[in-house]
């Protein structure tokens, strides 16, 4: 039996608890958040477990194995770090930290202290994208053209981070998920109407195999739009998040060239076949997240969301970020971008 605390009980923090708290072999032993009516909530929801506004309470705690932290990502890399340092097992909210050089930091200690980090990207448990996973692995795609996806609705307005520090951590870690590479470089701009952090934000991102990555995330869209493309040189899908069956369309069109007397006469044939939708499972994402995060304690295997999934995530949106206040210059993507120690990015507001 896993005992496991949960740092957080605000926004996704109950829905983190209450997926563990499902799992026979997982119980919710302690429930910490600053906020009255957040604790309030959690014993009502966890009358057994210890209810605290202290975090240390939770880390040192000898009565739990693992922590979950579901908090502002400003605080993950001091709570993971002290969570590691008392031996216990971390499941940390997305984005994993706030700086590149957090997330080696984090990384380098589980594996020296041989305990999991797993990173909720919760997306990545979807049937959609598990799916869409299966068909790339297997080919029926073909070899990639581009990924590109829109994330926009009116609000929810952060007040410690931009928009993509909010929404592309969800696209930016499918993407890496789907793709299995990482981009050499970005180009982003975007833009601040209302209180000091980017609200709408457009990113590219450049594939060493000449695929090409395009997210539009963006808080002031009249509308909420939850779409991705991807488009191989044999087949083309496209997800609906927001469709209530067919969330996964594949389509049999395409675009083939032949040469006829040279290259100067190209010509470009288009191929249209029939549209399938594939069978998609319903379990819920972090239903399967919880239980494979359990399943990785007990067996020692590694997540395939771990830390370093985490860490490329958090790399793109550096450069990202930097690509933004430069005005949309190529920035490129990679270890070699450095930064101090647990210092907290212009993109991020200081905590009170």
Not at 179 to 195: F, K, M, Y
Not at 268 to 288: C, F, H, K, N
Request: one cysteine or more; hydrophobic letters at 40%; charged letters at 25%.
């Amino acid at each position: 039996m896993l005992r496991l605390g949960v740092i957080g009980y605000g926004y996704w923090g109950p829905n983190v608890a209450r997926n563990f708290a499902m799992q026979p072999d997982c119980r919710v032993t302690i429930i910490c958040d600053s906020d009255p009516a957040a604790r309030a909530r959690a014993l009502i929801q966890y009358p057994a477990a210890q209810v605290v506004t202290d975090a240390s309470a939770v880390v040192t705690s000898p009565e739990i194995d693992a922590v979950a932290i579901v908090t502002p990502v400003s605080t993950h890399h001091a709570l993971a770090r002290q969570t590691l340092k008392n031996g216990k097992h971390v499941f940390v909210e997305k984005p994993f930290t706030a700086t590149s050089e957090q997330a080696e930091d984090l990384i380098e200690l589980a594996e020296r202290k041989k305990l999991v980090i797993m990173v909720d990207h919760t997306f990545l448990f979807t049937g959609a994208v598990r799916k869409m996973k299966e068909l790339i692995d297997q080919g029926v795609l073909g070899r990639l053209y581009y990924y590109d996806s829109t994330r926009v609705n009116l609000g929810l307005f952060q007040h410690d981070v931009n928009v993509v520090w909010d929404l592309a951590p969800h696209d930016l870690s499918i993407m890496d998920h789907l793709i299995d590479l990482e981009p050499e470089r970005v180009v982003a701009t975007g833009q601040a109407h209302l209180n000091g952090f980017e609200d709408i934000a457009y990113i590219t991102l450049y594939f060493p195999n000449c695929v090409t990555a395009h997210i539009n995330v963006n808080w002031l869209s009249p509308v909420k739009v939850r779409t991705t493309l991807v488009g191989g040189e044999r087949k083309m899908l496209v997800w609906n998040d927001l469709e209530p069956t067919e969330k996964v369309k594949v389509y049999d069109k395409g675009v083939e060239l032949e040469t006829k007397e040279g290259i100067y006469n190209l010509l470009v044939s288009y191929r249209s076949g029939d549209m399938w939708a594939p069978r998609i499972e319903q379990t819920e994402a972090l239903q399967l997240e919880t239980r494979y995060f359990l399943d990785c304690v007990s067996s020692g295997q590694e997540p395939f969301n771990d830390g370093r999934a985490g860490l490329r995530v958090v790399r793109m949106l550096e450069a990202i970020q930097k690509s933004l206040k430069r005005g949309g210059e190529p920035v490129p993507i990679g270890s070699s971008q450095q930064r101090t120690m647990n210092a907290v990015p212009e993109v991020f507001a200081p905590l009170d």
